[in-house]
């Protein structure tokens, strides 16, 4: 029988419709194990190129992946999941999804990079920022964008590239 957790960190209105307390979602600790599972089937790398049907049949796997109900099985798939999972994911509902990716490891991708720099969370763009070096046009995108917290955190770690410096001067930083 697996334990269960009370999540006291939930996202208001899961797609439910209704802002619910935190306490009424609850969850099996084997549910990120499950979703580390589901996610290392999508990285596996095919030897052949896929055929139609094969490609059409990945589409809606990947689409009843990225829609599971359980958060913390999402949170399990944005992390470990193939290139193409975490862009799926990259638009989440639940802020903990979205910051659960930039610890994935193809972080390195420039798409998903900006996606996450545009989130309108903090929360979200100081996880990319924690994660990884982001690229010229991520740190741009951090600079120009909303959130003063994130611009600091990106100057004082260190991490900013040289290239963007005269951005962060403009912006008085």
């Known amino acids: 029988m697996p334990i269960s957790h009370t999540d006291t960190h939930a996202d208001a209105d899961l797609g439910t419709g209704i802002d619910a307390p935190a306490e009424s979602y609850a969850y099996d600790v084997d549910d990120y194990s499950a979703g580390v599972s589901l996610a290392e089937s999508t990285?596996?790398?095919?030897?052949?190129?896929?055929s139609p049907e094969e490609r059409a049949w990945k589409r809606q796997y990947?689409?009843?992946?990225?829609?599971?109900?359980?958060?913390?099985?999402?949170?399990?798939?944005?992390?470990?999941?193939?290139?193409?999972l975490a862009r799926s994911m990259?638009?989440?509902?639940?802020?903990?999804?979205?910051?659960?990716?930039a610890f994935n490891p193809f972080i390195g991708d420039l798409d998903l990079q900006l996606a996450l720099a545009n989130?309108?969370?903090?929360?979200?763009?100081?996880?990319?920022?924690?994660?990884?070096?982001?690229?010229?046009?991520?740190?741009?995108?951090?600079l120009t964008g909303p959130h003063l917290e994130a611009r600091r955190e990106l100057i004082e770690r260190k991490n900013l590239r040289p290239e963007a410096l005269p951005i962060a001067a403009r912006r008085g930083l």
Request: charged share 25%.
């Open 90 to 101: 990259v638009h989440d509902r639940s802020k903990r999804v979205r910051q659960a990716i």
């Open 119 to 142: 989130d309108k969370e903090l929360d979200v763009v100081l996880a990319l920022i924690d994660a990884t070096d982001p690229w010229l046009e991520t740190c741009q995108v951090i």
């Open 43 to 50: 990285n596996q790398v095919a030897g052949k190129p896929l």
């Open 62 to 84: 990947l689409e009843l992946l990225t829609g599971h109900p359980r958060i913390e099985t999402r949170i399990g798939l944005a992390a470990h999941g193939s290139l193409q």
